[in-house]
């Protein structure tokens, strides 16, 4: 069953406390993105990996960290620099960087308290 | 800033009611042009794009979208929708101006009325 797992589905968090979200692909695509939504604004693109050992930064980078030591697996650091670190955390894939068609997990909830 | 935009940002309509969603995006240049759908507890996933060509695109479903490049427009439209049409619409453009990235509209909630 190909695709994109996301684990845990909800996660919560004291303040202070850096947290990793999960992200593996078995769809043995080159690119990977993280994603952050919130109500009425859309997905906002926190980091991007075209490629194993490559990432660069999205709109909202800050407070956050990645590594792309594997093509499969894309984990995000939350940590505790990110200001407003409660929202929904969508991970995607995709063939390539670019215009190809992206693919999404179905998102961690992170709650900090 | 350069951005996506959709208007509506909740529409409440009734079953067998023709659904129309706004999107308009500020790039110049080539872009690519998406509509993502968000079923309620189910992954986004594509409804459809436009690349090139015909600018009028079917996607799954029943909808489609027409990209009007004078009017910088990418508008989703399905003559008749079902229950099952209730769920987050999100417009995305790709543009080589923005260094190829997806940038997302603030999404649609549409509800279907039975």
């Known amino acids: 069953d190909g695709g994109i797992t996301q684990s845990p589905k909800y996660l919560f968090r004291k303040e202070g406390q850096n947290v990793t979200l999960s992200c593996e692909q078995n769809?043995?695509?080159?690119?990977m993105y993280w994603y952050r939504q919130d109500p009425g604004q859309g997905l906002r693109l926190i980091y991007y990996?075209?490629?194993?050992?490559?990432?660069q930064k999205g709109d909202i980078a800050e407070g956050y960290s990645v590594s792309r030591e594997k093509k499969e697996s894309f984990p995000l650091t939350v940590t505790s620099a990110q200001k407003n670190p409660t929202a929904f955390y969508l991970c995607?894939?995709?063939?390539?960087?670019?215009?190809?068609?992206?693919?999404f997990g179905p998102g961690t909830r992170l709650t900090v308290l | 800033a350069q951005s996506v935009s959709q208007h509506n940002h909740h529409v409440i309509l009734s079953e067998a009611a023709s659904l129309e969603l706004g999107c308009n995006y500020s790039?110049?240049?080539?872009?690519?042009l998406f509509w993502y759908v968000q079923y309620p507890g189910q992954h986004l996933q594509l409804l459809l794009k436009?690349?090139?060509?015909?600018?009028l695109v079917k996607g799954i479903k029943g909808f489609e979208a027409e990209f009007i490049k004078s009017k910088f427009s990418f508008n989703l439209r399905k003559p008749s929708v079902q229950w099952s049409d209730t769920a987050e619409y999100f417009c995305?453009?790709?543009?080589?101006?923005?260094?190829?990235?997806?940038?997302f509209g603030g999404g649609t909630r549409v509800l279907v009325k039975p």
């Open positions: 790039y110049g240049g080539t872009v690519n």
């Open positions: 769809l043995n695509h080159d690119a």
């Open positions: 990996s075209q490629i194993v050992n490559d990432f």
């Open positions: 995607a894939s995709s063939l390539a960087a670019g215009v190809n068609e992206q693919f």
């Open positions: 995305a453009v790709n543009a080589r101006a923005a260094g190829n990235k997806l940038t």
């Open positions: 436009y690349f090139s060509g015909d600018p």
